[in-house]
């Protein structure tokens, strides 16, 4: 009679295959092309492993090589491999409180179809389902023939809980939005998985996805400790402690908005006190006190325009409110100590606002000789194609760690891969 397989050493080379898949791909990400013996030594394995890992790879079209290159020696030539970033594609959707913002994503992080809007204007929750289905629907159709769609990531301020956590939306997570500026409140967002079907469905906050892609391809790549720091309509942080997203209880942390960063005056906060960087520096404070200057305008938008146009009044209310974050940022360093603190969105309002930021912070430090290092401005590009790699992040995190799942040969099944 036939012995059955021990499932569970099955189960450990499995896991061991993938995992080992998954650090050659990441590797390749931080520092490829590589050849395979640098690949071998940089991740203490053999080259008879890197051989067959490789092969695997390149068989399932995630990798191929590039020509020869010499080496000091006399020696055989090295031949490098590479990510077959074009490949594999991700459908990257931001659903903004004015428009949709949305593109194709490839594997290194890189824009390559976008960024295309949709403008809408404050919009419910059935209403942003339907602009995600159409947005997926449209890059689908733009997807390159060598190339394929792999998943979709929908990002939105505000809090997006994920509960319970584990596998992916369209596995059963049960997504809740609260938006305060678009009056979300505990909306389901639960239906953009079968309106995305077929594609996999990752839905996150926008400040934590934005952390993700800088992690793995911005400015906090090495960066073991950094707050992520989004300026927009809204204006939110994401905390990155020991590689790990700190979301705190149901997910709604951090909030940034009521920290005391201006004099006690002025517009109150929802919170009831004033000075909390919300009634400062927030979109509705903006806009209000624009009006008072006598700005015809209805968004921190239309306010950031005038103040790239040369308006005076517009660039000293932008001045004023990158200011007030500069606050914050200085309360948030003290506090934590972070590697580093990235400035996303629409930070770039003003030409010199990453430094008006560190020169405040500057300011709290006893040592500010490191500034410039300390606060840095993002490496995702301007903000419309920075909120499409973000969304595209959470999907581009689970393809490099199940990247055998998503690639199965033409003969095999998901099943065959992960039994």
């Known amino acids: 009679m036939a012995q059955q397989p021990n499932s569970g050493n099955a189960r450990r080379a499995t896991d061991i295959r993938r995992l080992n898949s998954a650090s050659v791909l990441r590797l390749l990400l931080d520092e490829g092309p590589l050849a395979r013996v640098d690949i071998a030594g940089k991740l203490s394995l053999t080259t008879g492993a890197v051989t067959r890992i490789t092969a695997e790879l390149a068989e399932r079209g995630l990798i191929h090589e590039l020509e020869p ?3 000091p020696d006399a ?8 990510i077959a970033a074009g490949a594999f594609l991700v459908a990257g959707i ?6 949709t913002t949305f593109g194709l994503v490839d594997l290194r992080g890189r824009l390559v179809d976008g960024p295309r809007t949709r403008r809408h204007g404050p ?4 209403q942003a389902i339907e602009e995600a289905k159409t947005a997926s629907t449209i890059l689908v159709d733009a997807c ?3 190339s394929r769609v792999i998943g979709v990531g929908v990002i939105s301020g505000g809090f997006v809980l994920q509960k319970p956590s584990g596998p992916p939306v369209n596995d059963g997570w049960q997504i809740v939005a609260d938006h305060n500026t678009l009056g979300w409140r505990s909306e389901s967002l639960a239906r953009l998985a079968p309106a995305l079907a077929p594609l996999e469905t990752f839905v996150d ?3 934590r996805a934005h952390s993700k892609a800088e992690m793995m391809f911005g400015a906090a790549r090495g960066a073991k400790n950094f707050i992520e720091i989004f300026v927009g309509s809204l204006t939110g942080a994401a905390f990155v402690l020991d590689g790990s997203i700190y979301s705190g209880q149901n997910a709604q942390a951090p909030d940034i908005t009521h920290l005391p960063v201006g004099p006690d005056q002025g517009l109150p906060c929802h919170c009831g006190r004033t000075g909390c960087l919300r009634s400062v520096a927030g979109a509705e404070a903006l806009v209000t006190r624009a009006r008072q200057e006598g700005l015809d305008v209805a968004t921190v938008t239309e306010i950031s325009h005038l103040a790239r146009s040369g308006d005076n009044v517009a660039r000293a209310l932008i001045r004023s409110r990158t200011e007030y974050l500069g606050e914050a940022v200085a309360i948030l360093v003290e506090l934590l100590s972070p590697e580093k603190v990235v400035l996303a969105g629409a930070i770039h309002t003003l030409d010199n606002a990453v430094d008006l930021v560190r020169s405040v912070v500057a300011q709290r430090q006893e040592d500010s ?14 903000p419309a194609s920075a909120n499409i790699v973000a969304a595209a992040a959470g999907c581009l995190v689970d393809f490099y760690d199940h990247a055998l799942v998503h690639s199965p040969r033409p003969t095999e099944t998901v099943n065959d891969i992960t039994a």
């Open 69 to 71: 290159v010499a080496t």
């Open 75 to 82: 020696g055989r030539r090295r031949v490098p491999v590479d």
């Open 94 to 99: 931001h659903i903004g409180l004015e428009l």
């Open 123 to 126: 919009i419910s929750v059935a």
């Open 144 to 146: 390159p023939p060598q």
């Open 205 to 207: 906050n926008a400040y």
């Open 369 to 382: 000789s490191q500034i410039d290092d300390l606060v840095v401005p993002t490496a995702l590009g301007e």
